[in-house]
């Protein structure tokens, strides 16, 4: 029998993936108390526990709205407090259910390794690449896996962008993708129809990034690989209400449908399943990882992106593979938990 953890949970943050770390850490939270963890949880923003004296969650979560709850100011203080606390010295394993910004490219993984913490996921250079989606593609061209043609552009939010428009005319035709180069969760997608949307997208996602991948866009099925330490798991389908798989159609309840297994030929299965652990492995992840692929319409299937710390609800797609796998909620936690605990 295993020997049980003191676990502290990370959730919360700044990054506009905020509303969704805190529906993971719930889940985390909660599986962890069942199997028997001494559990705390807080919130990178401000230091403070997430959880009342009865052990439950103080935030619940409205799966119906898409509203941000509010930030505090100062997280790196916070932070900073939060990790040199009595409370954090005494845990055995740091549970990360942070998504975005400084939970998930490198930054907060640098300071648990400062600091002398194990903790779940990828460490700070793999969190790091698979962030910057632009340099994430490069590294796999590589490694010969095939992904859609890019672009990369700098600007500020102040900036008309009469240059960037021209190389991006020079090099691609309507329609294509105008996304921020490190974010997730699509916030700041654009799938561009019209040159005189061109602006618009660049704008919004100056806003989120002052870098921005422009992107071909290859219409065809969203498929999606979790890999769990190196192994890839069933792959799942996502059919969005719209266009593109965009932050409605992600966390709105009935926005999406998800098949798993994915209902593809077993030689393409394998394939993806393939390009997804090569992915893995090329940028050194560890723990629980998801690949994003697009699969056109002559089935063949095109990287986008590798997420490092997935959506962890009991709805999210890297649990549902799990369980395709026969790995149920509370098993898929407790695997991820160990394995960064032994590491």
């Not at 719930?26 to 526990?49: C, F, P, W």
């Not at 974010?183 to 997608?189: A, I």
């Not at 593109?244 to 299965?269: E, H, V, W």
Request: glycine share 6%; charged share 25%.
């Amino acid at each position: 029998m295993k020997n049980k953890l003191k676990i502290l949970v990370l959730a919360g943050g700044t990054s506009e993936e905020r509303e969704v770390s805190l529906a993971s850490a719930r889940a985390i939270t909660e599986a962890l108390l069942k199997n028997g963890h001494d559990v705390k949880a807080i919130d990178s923003a401000n230091g403070l526990s997430l959880l009342g004296p009865d052990s439950h969650f103080l935030l619940q979560i409205d799966d119906r709205s898409l509203s941000k709850i509010a930030l505090t100011e100062n997280p790196s203080v916070a932070l900073t407090t939060s990790l040199s606390s009595d409370e954090f010295s005494q845990t055995d394993l740091v549970f990360l259910a942070l998504h975005g910004g400084a939970g998930e490219d490198g930054t907060i993984q640098a300071l648990l390794d400062l600091a002398g913490k194990k903790y779940t996921g990828s460490d700070r250079l793999a969190s790091a690449i698979a962030m910057n989606k632009a340099f994430t593609k490069k590294l796999l061209k590589q490694e010969k896996t095939p992904t859609p043609p890019w672009l990369l552009i700098k600007a500020n939010r102040g900036a008309n962008f009469a240059s960037q428009i021209r190389a991006i005319r020079r090099k691609f035709s309507l329609p294509f993708i105008i996304k921020p180069n490190n974010s997730g969760s699509t916030v700041g997608l654009t799938l561009v129809k019209k040159k005189e949307e061109i602006i618009a997208a660049l704008r919004r996602a100056a806003e989120v990034s002052s870098e921005i991948l422009i992107e071909k866009y290859i219409k065809g099925r969203e498929i999606t690989c979790s890999v769990l330490d190196g192994k890839p798991l069933p792959l799942v389908e996502i059919i969005p209400s719209h266009e593109l798989y965009d932050y409605q159609c992600k966390y709105t309840k009935g926005k999406s449908q998800y098949i798993c297994p994915a209902p593809l030929p077993a030689r393409l299965t394998a394939r993806i399943q393939k390009l997804a652990a090569r992915a893995y492995e090329a940028i050194g992840c560890s723990g629980l990882a998801r690949a994003d692929f697009i699969l056109s319409r002559r089935n063949q299937p095109y990287f986008l992106e590798v997420n490092t710390l997935p959506g962890m609800t009991e709805l999210s797609l890297a649990p549902m593979a799990a369980r395709q796998a026969g790995i149920s909620f509370e098993e898929l936690v407790d695997i991820i938990a160990y394995a960064a605990q032994q590491k």
